[in-house]
């Protein structure tokens, strides 16, 4: 209330279900469609989880390909986990 202090003290226990710190349990990509050949990038994201389900922030990503039916080199990810399509084909995009 603008400024005006509390008659007396307020404690309130709360958890954001955030955290830095602790191992990392699962990793989660969204979303996780396909995408169209030579469309604007498309951006992944990565969410990784504690073996409580908490989620960790600020957390090293490690994006790969494998290409399971597709040409070589016909689909790119950056260190950021943004994609690029440049042929037809069947992918697997990790993130560890």
Excluded: C, H
């Excluded at 709360?14 to 989660?28: D, E, L």
């Excluded at 979303?31 to 604007?40: F, K, L, M, R, S």
């Amino acid at each position: 209330m603008q400024g005006e202090a509390l008659a007396t003290g307020a404690k309130v226990p709360f958890t954001t279900g955030q955290s830095s710190v602790g191992p990392a349990a699962s990793i989660a990509l969204s979303p996780d469609t396909g995408i169209v050949i030579g469309a604007t990038p498309y951006q992944l994201t990565a969410t990784v989880r504690d073996a409580a389900g908490n989620e960790l922030i600020d957390q090293p990503i490690a994006w790969s390909i494998r290409d399971t039916a597709g040409p070589a080199g016909g689909l790119a990810v950056s260190q950021t986990g943004l994609l690029t399509a440049e042929a037809e084909g069947s992918y697997l995009v990790t993130a560890e």
